[in-house]
């Protein structure tokens, strides 16, 4: 549910701009009032869960409507907006107040929206860790949520818009659309920030998310960034990578098969699987960990390779098999414990992973 923010802004065209911009994100449902004696007034009138507040304002300035929010007892979260210099004296009453964020005008709409969304709805921002970008983005297609997602990496940052699930729109310094997520997902080690319900107005991305990301996949193995892990030329490799999976499911107990991009997380090809068994998911997850362990045998000197992991829940039997220590994919196959022979599941899906040529 939107956060009701009553906007308190005397300036008639800043008012209505800054009103049409921060309902557009899907996050605020703003009421405006053109000075402190009006904020009052709806305060009074209605409910409303957050304030934003210029402080030089004609009829009742914004430092006054503070000390009657606190005369009221209000506890609602207030942030405030100035043209003017916050000198030491200034900061010092602010404080007193309890303002939760402080902006200096003139202030980009992008980043006011991400500081209010921060002070004033924490619940629906969070940073993300232990997952590559590749992955994370494809969790938020699986779960079909909306909101922005913040990439901060190699001095710059990019964001993506979903819309329930669907990448609609991304953007970055001088570049909008896709040309933008295939310089974004290019960062190195870059950090995740995700603001949820926020919207995009712009939607300059049609393609389904997979068809992005396995284009950008091409785009990095060319440039090398990726060291040679990304997915290949899909046309040439898509028919044996098929055919090799569709044996896998001919192995007793098999639920379900995804072949992963250890680097990127992202899938290559799928067969099985179900609305309960979602194989590619899995996997996702699944290259994150394969990676933390490889680190983890690197800071502990084993020079030694991993050939594959067994992961034993209470009726399922999940395989990460790697095709080599020379290719960076493996297979993730998920087996039935009560139907499946998982010496021979392990075996056969070893001769048939050694088959697999990227």
Do not use: C
């Not at 319900?197 to 068809?211: G, N």
């Not at 994150?288 to 067994?310: L, N, P, Q």
């Not at 297979?331 to 075996?347: C, I, K, P, Q, T």
């Amino acid at each position: 549910m939107a956060v009701t923010l009553l906007l308190v802004e005397d300036d008639d065209f800043v008012r209505p701009a800054l009103t049409r911009a921060l309902t557009r994100t899907g996050v605020f449902a703003v009421v405006p009032a053109e000075h402190g004696e009006r904020a009052l007034e709806i305060f009074d009138a209605q409910q409303v869960d957050a304030i934003l507040t210029d402080l030089q304002m004609p009829v009742m300035d914004g430092l006054t409507l503070l000390g009657h929010l606190i005369e009221r007892g209000s506890r609602l979260p207030v942030a405030v907006m100035t043209g003017q210099r916050i000198t030491t004296d200034l900061a010092e009453r602010l404080h007193g107040f309890g303002i939760a964020a402080t902006f200096t005008k003139p202030v980009e709409i992008s980043t006011l929206a991400d500081e209010l969304q921060r002070a004033m709805s924490p619940a629906t921002v969070g940073r993300i860790t232990g997952i590559t970008l590749f992955g994370f983005l494809q969790l938020i297609e699986v779960e079909r949520k909306t909101g922005l997602i913040v990439v901060h990496g190699a001095g710059k940052e990019g964001r993506l818009y979903f819309d329930r699930g669907n990448l609609v729109h991304a953007h970055t310094r001088g570049l909008q659309g896709l040309a933008a997520v295939n310089a974004i997902v290019a960062w190195p080690d870059p950090k995740l920030e995700i603001f949820y319900k926020r919207k995009s107005r712009e939607h300059t991305i049609k393609e389904p998310l997979q068809h992005v990301l396995m284009e950008a996949a091409r785009l990095l193995d060319e440039r090398g960034i990726a060291g040679g892990t990304a997915a290949d030329d899909a046309d040439e490799t898509q028919p044996a990578v098929q055919e090799a999976l569709d044996e896998v499911m001919e192995i007793d107990g098999a639920l379900g098969v995804a072949l992963i991009d250890s680097a990127s997380g992202l899938s290559l090809g799928t067969a099985g699987g179900s609305k309960t068994v979602n194989v590619e998911l899995a996997g996702t997850a699944a290259a994150d960990f394969v990676r933390a362990e490889a680190r983890a045998m690197a800071a502990a000197g084993v020079k030694d390779t991993i050939e594959d992991v067994m992961i034993t829940l209470g009726k399922q039997y999940h395989l990460i098999r790697l095709l080599g220590p020379d290719v960076h994919a493996f297979l993730y196959l998920v087996l039935d414990r009560e139907r499946a022979n998982l010496g021979m599941a392990r075996h056969r899906l070893a001769a048939i992973g050694r088959r697999i040529v990227l």
